[in-house]
């Protein structure tokens, strides 16, 4: 928890770490050539009688507080379907915390510096902005922009939706994940020129769940105007869902809820009542059982996402792109060339086992069925499930919002290709995630050095090092380097980025001309 320098300490020089946001006086670190600061409050603490509730105003502090550390973490599981920080780090409903990083240098725009928001990935389960990719070193060494990343709640606290079990005296609302990084991107417009930004030229863009966020945004009203440019990286497009569905997930969290914490035979606690009153270990441990039961309870889905309410967000993403109201900014939307093969073991979330793949198939139309078999059973049998499901919760959707979104704003299309020897070996290849390595020159981490070990080191720096030159021109410009045109419906062109980046026209195309009789209405 940042700490507050209180009236009683000496007074502090003034500095220029100094810097005064909502709330009060927040003082950074200077880091080699960087400026940080960590751990600022954008709303008030989550917490007491404000859980399940829209973030509110930022409560403000007296003197001055150290923004040299990382707030709390969102709470979540570190060991479930996917693996949360470990239990030394700290994590507790209050975490809505942001986290500015800037050049030392002052910038020459009279306007600030181009900002890029991050959104952190993680199944909405776990992550957080300490990770590496929430850093952005790399970004900012460029000194080029101003970079961002911020904690929003996650599992049960923030992408459950209990507003069902609402009363007058205790209201609990929807989407509050959401509702949190709407209230960050607010922060940042409000706050960000302090900083050296502009608050007129941000970027917001993550990974996974974080790029399903940036596509959520993107179809969300009240964000309209807190962002100039988005990018969505492997993004599960589809992920947000009615309330007939997540309303059957939030009666099976509370029965779980109850085995946990209930004696048996006692008289149950009412649900607003038991909601409110339960620990957070208790939350997460229930959460955890129905997460593990909904991929082959409701085989494609994930219980832990946005949900289409009719308020906050009024439809769902796919339709606001379908029909032209999704915000009309600029868009670099891309995936992984095979998304799927790392979801295995206790990750094994996609339909790509036979029951599941069965599920997807009653729900498309019968005279798509043979082509779609006949599409996969060209690859290996060892790929044909796996990389169905990749494409089904990946690639194919991200195809289509790029296609969408092309008739009324530029979009650039990607797909990532390259990767080290060994993931090839080991039949992974270019999977879920593998781009963060490279995009933030992560090739230290243990994980890229094992993967690296047969060799592809210096090709795949050379991917991240491209991809990332992409990504800023983007942020800077609206547009990426001139040698990746925009997608459109006729041409579809994409980069494919590799040991030798490449245009192609419809990659996959025969798989996604079978993907749209497939599934006609998506």
């Not at 961002?148 to 599992?155: A, D, I, K, P």
């Not at 109201?325 to 995936?335: F, S």
């Not at 095979?338 to 729900?363: A, Q």
Request: charged content about 20%; aromatic content about 10%; some cysteine.
């Amino acid at each position: 928890m940042s700490a507050i320098l209180t009236h009683d300490a000496p007074v502090p020089v003034p500095s220029r770490l100094d810097v005064r946001v909502a709330g009060g006086i927040v003082r950074g670190v200077q880091e080699g050539g960087l400026l940080t600061w960590r751990g600022i409050p954008y709303a008030a603490p989550p917490v007491g009688e404000y859980r399940f509730r829209a973030p509110r105003p930022v409560l403000p502090w007296d003197g001055i507080r150290d923004a040299s550390t990382f707030g709390r973490i969102a709470p979540q599981p570190y060991k479930g379907q996917f693996k949360g920080a470990g239990p030394k780090v700290p994590a507790g409903e209050d975490c809505l915390t942001i986290n500015v990083l800037r050049p030392a240098a002052p910038s020459r725009k009279r306007l600030g510096r181009p900002v890029m928001v991050f959104i952190h990935g993680g199944g909405y389960s776990v992550g957080s902005s300490q990770e590496f990719a929430g850093r952005g070193e790399r970004f900012v060494q460029s000194g080029r922009v101003v970079y961002v990343s911020f904690n929003y709640r996650l599992g049960a606290l923030g992408y459950l939706d209990f507003s069902r079990y609402s009363t007058p005296e205790r209201p609990l609302e929807s989407n509050l994940g959401l509702r949190d990084q709407v209230a960050a991107l607010r922060w940042v417009r409000d706050n960000i020129r302090a900083f050296g930004g502009n608050p007129h030229n941000v970027t917001v863009f993550g990974e996974s769940a974080g790029g399903n966020a940036v596509i959520t945004l993107m179809a969300t009203p009240s964000a309209a105007g807190l962002f100039a440019r988005a990018i969505a990286q492997s993004p599960p497009t589809n992920a947000a869902f009615s309330s007939a569905l997540t309303d059957g997930w939030a009666a099976e969290f509370l029965d779980e809820l109850r085995a946990i914490t209930e004696v048996p035979g006692a008289e149950p606690t009412d649900p607003n009542a038991l909601l409110c009153s339960a620990e957070v270990a208790d939350l997460t441990r229930a959460a955890l059982v129905v997460q593990s039961r909904t991929p082959d309870a409701n085989p494609g889905t994930f219980c832990l996402v946005p949900v289409v309410d009719g308020d906050l967000l009024p439809e769902r993403p796919l339709d606001a792109f379908r029909h032209g109201r999704a915000h009309r900014v600029p868009l670099i939307i891309g995936t992984n060339e095979r998304e799927g093969s790392m979801f295995r073991g206790r990750v094994d979330i996609l339909p790509r086992s036979p029951w599941r793949i069965v599920s997807v198939y009653d729900n498309a139309p019968v005279s798509s069925h043979d082509a779609m078999r006949a599409v996969y059973s060209r690859l290996p049998a060892n790929r044909s499930a796996i990389d169905f499901g990749g494409d089904f919760v990946f690639w194919y959707p991200s195809v289509q919002i790029g296609e969408l979104h092309s008739r009324v704003a530029p979009v650039y299309v990607y797909r990532f290709d390259i990767a080290p020897r060994l993931m090839h070996l080991l039949g992974i290849g270019a999977t879920h995630g593998l781009e963060l390595f490279a995009l933030f020159e992560q090739v230290d981490a243990p994980f890229a050095r094992a993967m690296s070990l047969l060799g592809g080191r210096a090709a795949f720096i050379g991917a991240g090092e491209r991809m990332r030159r992409h990504w800023l021109r983007f942020a800077v410009t609206g547009r990426p380097d001139d040698s990746w045109p925009t997608y459109s419906e006729s041409e579809r062109l994409t980069l494919i980025i590799d040991e030798e980046d490449r245009i192609e026209s419809d990659p996959r195309g025969e798989r996604r001309s079978v993907w749209q009789s497939f599934m006609p209405e998506f």
